[in-house]
């Protein structure tokens, strides 16, 4: 169990139990599994008694003792010398310890005489070991003596009272206390809150959700159980794999499984099963698994059938609904293959064992398949084995792991045979759907060494262009090497980490004519998805590929969930749907990775420090606004940013600053900083200002968007007036006439909304959750309504704040006394 500051990680009403209702229980017995945190939670009982006055004897059962000493008296003496001075009120005290100490010889425990004079005499010292209460006797382990209630007999027959610890017994097993104890406590894991607080305290900081997420998969069943979060923890630590960002720990390479270290609750019947348990627990914690009738094929069939029956009864394999054994926790299966079980060789085995055997039809088909896909290169190259794999493979889940996996193995297994060709484009076609770009590089390796054709490697070089700019790394030298001829193709992803700007133009010139041979819903050239050319274009201005790729390949392209290029558009999805702490989870995540170009890092850092003003953490703020330089290539943008985070009632002076970044960075390109800067520079113009001062406004818009087109320029001038009149509800909200020309929407005002209006009281503290990014199921939570309730207020809410989204209810006037102007 971890320790923090003034106390335990969880187990508070556990604490609370034990300290409140000790005297009324007479024995009390924590139980847990090992690693629970029983002793944590006992030296924390022993703290928190002697902090209010308390007399405490703490023992140790598990430190080293004799063999011999079954009653455990060696570690209780040591206990009471150690802490004599709060016990010598008995002038016969001393007389006591000296008879126990040199009666506790292995000569005594031998003589049942003898053991019985041991026994009296211990009790005679516990009867002596007095003071104005009665004592708190804590002993941590007594799962480590024979028969802990010898030891416990003494304490209790004096009159003292007794918290023990010991290992949760065995389903079925009677208890260590054979009845005698007064009450039982069992450590249960900890709550998801709990566990989230002890893996911040392991890393000793915060973590990202996607560390929390990785963590809490690799421990499944284990996760709340301390002794295994902290240890895996601990792994990633001292294997550096944590990197700490700012004061934020991420994943240093998220493809890389996570270690459960040895130690954990089942590493005792591991051990139990021998070498036969370990290729168990690495064969299930594949996404194959395997069927308990083909453990025969691993060795014994009678050992190994037990052994899993021993797994399962331990709760660390799993049999699921169609038979299939997968382990539990999948860190632990992590842990064997680190330790150098290769899982693609015991899928061989039983592959092997299966064919040998004769289980090759009928239903031993799909299981043989499985098992030959799992083994991937391990398994000879076999073109008899391919309609068994596209036989297994059609009744899989489209976008299955499973599934990419038989595909692969297709590919394979066609050798150089005329097909070959057709199964690389259906698996290039499947990793991209799946966005699976991880398997996409290595892929596209494995088949440049076979020295490909000139229309497979045409597309292998589109496949290694996008696995490079999605997992945000170069294309390696090597098989740049192998693409000779595929040169124009390459030179798409070198533009790309040189951070030059990328227009839909690029990727149908580049990608699209290979694309259009690979994907059957892969568009016409000049023909685009449901996005403005607008919206496309502020896309490219900030380099966010995902909605370009989405428009240009069609519906066979997925947005990515991993990688820089996935951070970076959910960081701009997040943003434009105000939701403020998932911007600032994928700004941070996007802060770990090396290779993001410097635009990229501006943009994003904005989104930040605005998220962080949205949420009144001016601090947070600044810090992230001072990490963007005032001559970037965003500095309008910065400037629209930097206004909110003037505190309220310093609107001129946020406007001098603002008009003084816009005059000298009048020619920049930064049309997206400039479609939210000018109108937030016309309603502080309007507040803070005269006409000359709005007119000036409305000049320089119109001119800084004349350049960019009759559009833009009657949009914006129309907008800005409409501002400067006061009149933005009747002609147009800020929020149309910006989604319109494709720009971010500025919610600076909410003009729709009135300040004025009345809201309840529910309302009032739904909308401000609203607006700390709080989401329905934590806001119901927070104001103890169902999650449908909340959701009808909140339309209520959209209706008076004139509005259609959170973001624009979170950045309305709605329930503000003045105007606010945020970051």
Not at 13 to 33: C, F, I, K
Request: include cysteine; proline fraction near 5%; charged fraction near 25%.
């Amino acid at each position: 169990m971890a320790r923090r500051r003034g106390g335990l990680v969880g187990r508070k009403a556990e604490l609370a139990a034990l300290v409140e209702g000790r005297s009324a229980a007479g024995l009390t017995v924590v139980s847990g599994l090992p690693g629970s945190g029983k002793s944590a939670l006992l030296d924390e009982v022993r703290r928190t008694l002697v902090e209010s006055g308390a007399p405490v004897l703490s023992v140790s059962l598990s430190a080293e003792r004799p063999e011999w000493d079954l009653f455990g008296f060696r570690p209780v003496l040591a206990a009471i010398r150690g802490q004599y001075e709060q016990f010598a009120t008995d002038s016969r005290l001393p007389e006591s310890l000296e008879r126990v100490s040199s009666s506790c010889t292995e000569e005594a425990y031998a003589d049942p005489w003898l053991r019985f004079c041991l026994l009296h005499a211990m009790s005679t010292l516990f009867t002596r070991l007095e003071t104005t209460a009665p004592v708190t006797v804590v002993l941590d382990g007594a799962d480590h003596l024979p028969d802990p209630v010898l030891v416990v007999a003494p304490m209790r027959r004096a009159g003292h009272i007794v918290i023990a610890s010991c290992r949760k017994p065995l389903p079925g097993r009677p208890g260590l206390f054979g009845g005698m104890e007064g009450r039982s406590i069992e450590l249960c894991p900890l709550s998801s809150d709990e566990a989230g607080t002890l893996l911040r305290r392991a890393a000793g900081t915060r973590v990202a959700p996607a560390v929390e997420q990785a963590v809490q998969r690799a421990l499944g069943p284990l996760w709340g159980h301390p002794a295994a979060m902290i240890s895996t923890v601990n792994d990633l630590r001292r294997g550096e794999g944590l990197e700490v960002i700012g004061d934020v720990a991420y994943l240093r390479n998220g493809e890389a499984p996570i270690v459960v270290p040895d130690g954990h609750p089942f590493s005792e019947v591991i051990e139990s099963c021998g070498e036969i348990g370990k290729r168990l627990v690495a064969l299930a914690t594949t996404p194959a698994g395997f069927l308990i009738e083909e453990t025969r094929y691993l060795g014994d069939g009678k050992t190994a059938g037990r052994a899993a029956d021993v797994l399962i009864r331990a709760g660390l394999l799993n049999r699921e609904q169609d038979g299939r054994i997968r382990c539990r926790v999948p860190g632990i299966g992590a842990a064997m293959v680190h330790n150098g079980l290769d899982p693609r060789r015991l899928h061989r085995v039983v592959a092997e064992g299966m064919v040998n055997a004769g289980k090759v039809t009928g239903p031993h088909r799909e299981p043989l398949a499985r098992h030959i896909a799992a083994a991937g290169s391990e398994m000879p190259i076999s073109t008899d084995l391919v309609d068994l794999l596209r036989y297994s493979e059609c009744a899989l889940v489209a976008d299955s792991t499973e599934r990419t996996a038989h595909l692969r193995a297709i590919w394979r297994h066609t050798g150089g045979t005329a097909e070959r060709a057709g199964h690389q484009t259906e698996l290039f076609r499947h990793l991209v759907r799946t966005a699976d770009y991880a398997t996409l590089e290595t892929f596209t390796q494995e088949a440049l060494v076979d020295a490909p054709g000139a229309g497979e490697r045409a597309e292998l070089a589109v496949a290694a262009v996008m696995a490079a700019v999605h997992l945000g790394r170069p294309v390696p030298q090597q098989v740049r090497d192998m693409l000779v001829g595929e040169e124009a193709t390459v030179d798409f992803a070198d533009r790309w980490f040189a951070g030059r700007r990328i227009v839909p133009e690029d990727v149908e010139l580049c990608l699209l004519p290979i694309w259009r041979r690979v994907s059957f819903a892969a568009s016409s050239p000049g023909r685009r998805g449901k996005l403005s050319y607008d919206e496309l274009a502020e896309a490219c201005a900030v380099r966010d590929l995902v909605p370009v790729f989405q428009e240009v390949l069609g519906r066979g392209y997925r947005a990515p969930s991993a990688g820089p290029l996935a951070a970076h558009h959910r960081a701009r999805t997040a943003h434009s749907e105000g939701a403020w702490p998932e911007v600032l989870d994928a700004v941070n995540e996007l802060e770990a990775h090396g290779l993001v170009d410097e635009l990229v890092r501006e943009h994003t850092r904005l989104l930040a420090a605005e998220a962080y003003g949205r949420q009144s953490e001016t601090r947070r703020a600044a810090h992230w606004l001072a990490k963007v330089p005032e001559n970037g290539s965003l500095p309008l943008l910065r400037a629209w940013v930097e206004i909110g985070t003037h505190q309220t009632g310093n609107g001129r002076g946020a406007f001098d600053s603002a008009w003084r970044t816009l005059r000298t960075h009048f020619e920049s390109d930064d049309e997206v900083g400039a479609s939210r800067l000018f109108p937030r520079l016309a309603r502080l113009a309007r507040h803070e200002g005269g006409d000359s001062l709005l007119d000036e406004v409305v000049t320089a818009a119109e001119k800084w968007f004349a350049r960019k087109g009759p559009s833009h320029s009657f949009k914006m001038a129309t907008l800005i007036r409409a501002q400067v009149n006061g009149e933005e509800t009747r002609i147009a909200s800020t929020e149309r006439v910006l989604a319109e020309i494709g720009r971010f929407p500025e919610k600076d005002g909410g003009a729709a909304a009135s300040g004025g209006e009345s809201l309840t009281e529910t309302e009032t503290g739904i909308l401000e959750l609203v607006r700390t990014g709080r989401t329905n199921r934590q806001i119901a939570r927070a104001v103890r309504l169902s999650e449908k309730t909340v959701e009808k207020h909140l339309t209520r809410l959209f209706a008076k704040a004139g509005c259609r989204t959170r973001y624009g209810l979170a950045t309305s006037n709605l329930g503000r006394r003045t105007d606010a102007i945020g970051a």
